[in-house]
């Protein structure tokens, strides 16, 4: 199947830290792969997986839902986890739902979070119809590229399918009761305008998770997509330095190789 442009799955092989990943529902790799680029430059070792039925077209996408996109990253995260000493996992949208996830059943083996405009919920009258509507019509117009900056798009499907619509729901849900399971330190950063996800989602997340290490970051100058848009720099930044106050051997790291 011929994937989206930049949608394939990354990997690098770096040190003993290592972070996986996340994209968003109906996006691709190609909308956090800049971020991947930043953390594999400084000598981490990434994940960046390309979630089942994403990529490709949005027929694909029928043929899939929420245990399967989260078993490909509880997958690579396992993966991480025998080839590293510590794993942070990171999500941008649903992949801010799937992080949660693994933390909330990983516990300490996530040692920390880095949440970008996190999903939590299907907004809308809408929603409620899914289970029924899922059956009658098959698309909705697509969510792709809530980018500010201009000339910029996302790798992502122009169509929403509501099976996976009503498949997205359904994870939200579960990982909405799992969240006060999660105690690992968490970076959420969200946009001040995401025409997307709403940021009473970043602030249900905060509320009910259990983690008492928390920073929250508002992003001025981004829309939905903030890893590809013009706060793209602090979120790479921030982040890094998140990972290297928690794991110090991913800054040693650093200093290592570019000193060398």
Same mark, same amino acid.
């Given at each position: %199947?011929?994937?989206?442009?930049?949608?394939?799955?990354?990997?690098?092989?770096?040190?003993?830290?290592?972070?996986? *990943?996340?994209?968003?529902?109906?996006?691709?790799?190609?909308?956090?792969?800049?971020?991947?680029?930043? *953390?594999? !430059?400084?000598?981490?070792?990434?994940?960046?997986?390309?979630?089942?039925?994403?990529?490709?077209?949005?027929?694909? %996408?029928?043929?899939?839902?929420?245990?399967?996109?989260?078993?490909?990253?509880? /997958? !690579?995260?396992?993966?991480?986890?025998? /080839?590293?000493?510590?794993?942070?996992?990171?999500?941008?949208? %649903?992949?801010?739902? *799937?992080?949660?996830?693994?933390?909330?059943?990983?516990?300490?083996?996530?040692?920390?979070?880095?949440?970008?405009?996190?999903?939590?919920?299907?907004?809308?009258?809408?929603?409620?119809?899914?289970?029924?509507?899922?059956?009658?019509?098959?698309?909705?117009?697509?969510?792709?590229?809530?980018?500010?900056?201009?000339?910029?798009?996302?790798?992502?499907?122009?169509?929403?399918?509501?099976?996976?619509?009503? @498949?997205?729901?359904?994870?939200?849900?579960?990982?909405?009761?799992?969240?006060?399971?999660?105690?690992?330190?968490?970076?959420? %950063?969200?946009?001040?305008?995401?025409?997307?996800?709403?940021?009473?989602?970043?602030?249900?997340?905060?509320?009910?998770?259990?983690?008492?290490?928390?920073?929250?970051?508002?992003?001025?100058?981004?829309?939905?997509?903030?890893? *590809?848009?013009?706060? @793209? !720099?602090?979120?790479?930044?921030?982040?890094?330095?998140?990972?290297? /106050?928690?794991?110090?051997?991913?800054?040693?790291? !650093?200093?290592?190789?570019?000193?060398?």
């Amino acid at each position: %199947m011929q994937l989206l442009p930049g949608a394939e799955p990354f990997r690098h092989e770096g040190g003993e830290v290592g972070v996986l *990943l996340c994209h968003g529902f109906t996006g691709s790799p190609q909308s956090l792969r800049p971020w991947a680029d930043h *953390l594999a !430059e400084r000598g981490l070792t990434v994940s960046l997986p390309l979630l089942p039925g994403h990529g490709t077209r949005w027929e694909d %996408m029928q043929l899939t839902g929420w245990q399967d996109w989260y078993a490909e990253v509880d /997958r !690579e995260f396992r993966q991480l986890s025998a /080839r590293c000493r510590q794993v942070f996992v990171c999500g941008l949208s %649903m992949g801010g739902a *799937l992080a949660l996830r693994l933390a909330a059943r990983h516990g300490d083996a996530v040692s920390g979070l880095v949440l970008v405009n996190p999903a939590n919920k299907v907004h809308g009258l809408s929603a409620y119809a899914l289970p029924v509507a899922r059956h009658l019509v098959r698309t909705t117009k697509g969510l792709a590229s809530d980018i500010a900056k201009e000339g910029t798009q996302e790798a992502a499907y122009d169509r929403v399918p509501l099976h996976g619509a009503h @498949a997205v729901r359904q994870l939200f849900r579960i990982v909405d009761a799992e969240l006060p399971r999660v105690t690992r330190p968490v970076l959420l %950063m969200h946009s001040r305008r995401d025409h997307v996800v709403p940021p009473a989602d970043s602030a249900r997340i905060l509320d009910r998770i259990s983690s008492t290490d928390v920073t929250e970051t508002w992003l001025e100058r981004s829309y939905h997509v903030a890893t *590809l848009d013009h706060d @793209a !720099e602090r979120i790479f930044a921030d982040s890094y330095a998140f990972i290297g /106050r928690l794991a110090p051997s991913a800054a040693d790291r !650093e200093g290592t190789t570019t000193g060398g």
